[in-house]
């Protein structure tokens, strides 16, 4: 059953990803990746969310934690593309928008993280 709601959960937050850098790449163009940084800051928020929700006040079920975090939110945020495109920046010779896009990430997603957690308290 676990493994059902992991994978249920996956495909509808791979799918959202898709829709989401789809969007992202016609609205703001292709310079920079702000779809994948976009559902990285959008899943480090809703994590927390979740997190702190299920585990510090009991209101979010074990297996819909297990569906939301570890399938949709999974499946929605992704570190295999930030890599690709920071290597991507880097070899395409603009250092400058590689270091923001690692500053960005790690820092935004810090801060969505503990907005989140603020929030939820």
Do not use: D, H
């Given at each position: 059953?676990n493994l059902?709601l992991v994978?249920?959960?996956?495909a509808?937050?791979s799918?959202?990803?898709?829709?989401?850098?789809?969007?992202?790449?016609?609205?703001?163009?292709?310079?920079f990746p702000?779809?994948?940084l976009g559902v990285n800051?959008i899943?480090s928020?809703l994590?927390m969310?979740?997190?702190?929700?299920?585990?510090?006040?009991?209101?979010?079920a074990?297996?819909?934690?297990?569906?939301?975090v570890?399938g949709?939110m999974g499946?929605f945020?992704t570190?295999s593309?930030?890599n690709?495109?920071?290597l991507?920046?880097?070899?395409?010779?603009?250092p400058?928008l590689a270091?923001?896009?690692?500053?960005?990430?790690?820092l935004g997603?810090?801060a969505?993280?503990?907005?989140?957690l603020?929030?939820?308290?």
């Amino acid at each position: 059953m676990n493994l059902l709601l992991v994978c249920i959960g996956g495909a509808l937050g791979s799918g959202a990803r898709y829709l989401f850098g789809g969007w992202a790449l016609r609205a703001l163009g292709p310079t920079f990746p702000f779809g994948t940084l976009g559902v990285n800051l959008i899943g480090s928020f809703l994590i927390m969310v979740v997190m702190q929700l299920g585990l510090a006040k009991g209101l979010i079920a074990p297996n819909l934690r297990l569906f939301l975090v570890t399938g949709v939110m999974g499946g929605f945020t992704t570190y295999s593309s930030f890599n690709y495109e920071t290597l991507q920046l880097l070899r395409t010779g603009t250092p400058g928008l590689a270091l923001l896009y690692i500053a960005s990430t790690m820092l935004g997603c810090l801060a969505t993280g503990a907005g989140a957690l603020l929030l939820t308290r």
